[in-house]
Antibody, heavy 115, light 107 residues
Framework: EVQLVESGGGLIQPGGSLRLSCAAS????????MNWVRQAPGKGLEWVSL???????YYADSVKGRFTISRDNSKNTLYLQMNSLITEDTAVYYC?????????WGQGTLVTVSS | DIQMTQSPSPLSASVGDRVTITCRAS??????LNWYQQKPGKAPKLLIY???TLQTGVPSRFSGSGSGTDFTLTISSLQPEDFATYYC?????????FGQGTRVEIK
């Protein structure tokens, strides 16, 4: 089955770091454009980061310099390294494949930044 | 950054109604506009991409139109499973941006 499965979320104190993973099945991450999108509790969708199939990366201003998107071709997995976390980063984080629109989404992983 | 503004929000409708949601962009973006449906506790689902192309498996009662700055999502006959929140999203230039969402609720 073609799917994305996120992991790595949890409760973290402000200033801490967390790495999210997004494992892909039945398609190749490195051959696709891949995104991270987040949704704060009760709020709308916010794009976070993009990695093109060619390797170029882009970030929302709100996370630039703190978050890093990457992929491991041998594991067929997408990552989001999140450093210097702040309370405003609290959200469900989704990975999404980009073909036309975001045509395939993971189930999401909750990140809670709180002391 | 391209700002996306949806209207109305929320939208009250009945089963069988024809429903139209509007999305306006702050600058022209050709047809790089996508529509998603999200139900509580679930990931968004792609309905329409490139403004008017129906994603595989999406019922034909959903349709999209528009170009430039003004876009619409239409549900021709609202079904019980269509009560959800709908988002537009531009993929013309980074940062990709979403509208604030339109919640379609039961009248």
């Amino acid at each position: 089955e073609v799917q994305l499965v996120e992991s790595g979320g949890g409760l973290i104190q402000p200033g801490g770091s967390l790495r999210l993973s997004c494992a892909a099945s039945e398609f190749t991450v490195s051959s696709n454009h891949m995104n991270w999108v987040r949704q704060a509790p009760g709020k709308g969708l916010e794009w976070v980061s993009l990695i093109y199939s060619g390797g170029s990366t882009y970030y929302a201003d709100s996370v630039k310099g703190r978050f890093t998107i990457s992929r491991d071709n041998s594991k067929n997995t997408l990552y989001l390294q999140m450093n210097s976390l702040i309370t405003e980063d609290t959200a469900v984080y989704y990975c999404a494949r980009h073909r036309g629109g975001f045509d395939l989404w993971g189930q999401g992983t909750l990140v809670t930044v709180s002391s | 950054d391209i700002q996306m503004t949806q209207s109305p929000s929320p939208l009250s409708a009945s089963v069988g109604d024809r429903v139209t949601i509007t999305c306006r962009a702050s600058q022209s973006m050709s047809n790089y506009l996508n529509w998603y449906q999200q139900k509580p506790g679930k990931a968004p689902k792609l309905l329409i991409y490139a403004a008017s192309t129906l994603q595989t498996g999406v019922p034909s009662r959903f349709s999209g139109s528009g170009s430039g700055t003004d876009f619409t999502l239409t549900i021709s006959s609202l079904q019980p499973e269509d009560f959800a929140t709908y988002y537009c999203q531009q993929s013309y230039s980074t940062p990709w941006t979403f509208g604030q969402g339109t919640r379609v609720e039961i009248k």
